[in-house]
């Protein structure tokens, strides 16, 4: 069974870096795409971007300029990045598992919990 | 950038059939936009019903299907549970940048 754990700060000041990882585990992260949504409080669900286990990166046009993704699958993890926060970026932050279909990223699986981060001062 | 919608709110009998669908602002939803389904309750992680159109994950039980019906992605509830009530969001991609609709708020009543 495959699990999925988030971690970072709950707390992040205006105009500096959101970190997250996530720990990936019961399962090889090789030939998956690793996914970041998020979820405002109380809103929808927004994608951040995704990464292939081979570094291979697609990121939401509306962040783009703000998000990095990386992956590390010797230690089973991957992390997210997004620089400059505003308070719209306080969300339920979920890291998610995607099979592929051939090169498309289709088989969406496993999620996270989720983890909280407010942006304020 | 492309919008999907989504019925804000639908209601449906307990043992009843409904279909929730997800629409397209750039016009008909097909398979290549390999639409799926998850179903979130409140305090919980969305889980994944449904994925590329109709495929279901071990997890997904039988009473819940997708389809493209009418130019939409469709999910289809067939004999309501109390525990169906959710929120059900769609997603679509669009050349590898996904997009979510809004969700619809199923109430089991």
């Known amino acids: 069974q495959v699990q999925m754990q988030e971690s970072g700060p709950g707390l992040v000041k205006p105009s500096e870096t959101l970190s997250l990882s996530c720990s990936v585990s019961g399962g090889s992260m090789n030939n998956y795409f690793w996914t970041w949504i998020r979820q405002p409080p109380g809103k929808g669900l927004e994608w951040i971007g995704y990464?292939?286990?081979?570094?291979?990166?697609n990121y939401n046009p509306s962040l783009n300029s703000r998000v990095t993704l990386s992956v590390d699958t010797s230690k089973n993890q991957f992390s997210l990045n997004l620089n400059s926060v505003t308070a719209a970026d306080t969300a339920v932050y979920y890291c998610v598992r995607v099979g592929r279909k051939g090169s498309k990223p289709t088989n969406i699986d496993y999620w996270g919990q989720g983890t909280l981060v407010t942006v304020s001062s | 950038q492309a919008v999907v919608t989504q019925e804000p709110s639908l209601t449906v009998s307990p043992g009843g059939t409904v279909t929730l669908t997800c629409g397209s602002s750039?016009?008909?939803?097909?398979?290549?936009?390999?639409p799926s389904w998850f179903q979130q309750k409140p305090g919980q992680a969305p889980r994944t019903l449904i994925y590329d159109t109709s495929n279901k994950h071990s997890w997904t039980p039988a009473r819940f299907s997708g389809s493209l019906l009418g130019g939409k992605a469709a999910l289809t509830l067939s004999g309501a549970q109390p525990e169906d009530e959710a929120e059900y969001y769609c997603?679509?991609?669009?050349?590898?940048?996904?997009?979510f609709g809004g969700g619809t708020k199923l109430t089991v009543l």
């Open positions: 750039t016009g008909a939803v097909a398979s290549g936009h390999y």
């Open positions: 997603l679509l991609s669009y050349s590898g940048a996904w997009m």
């Open positions: 990464i292939y286990s081979s570094g291979s990166t």
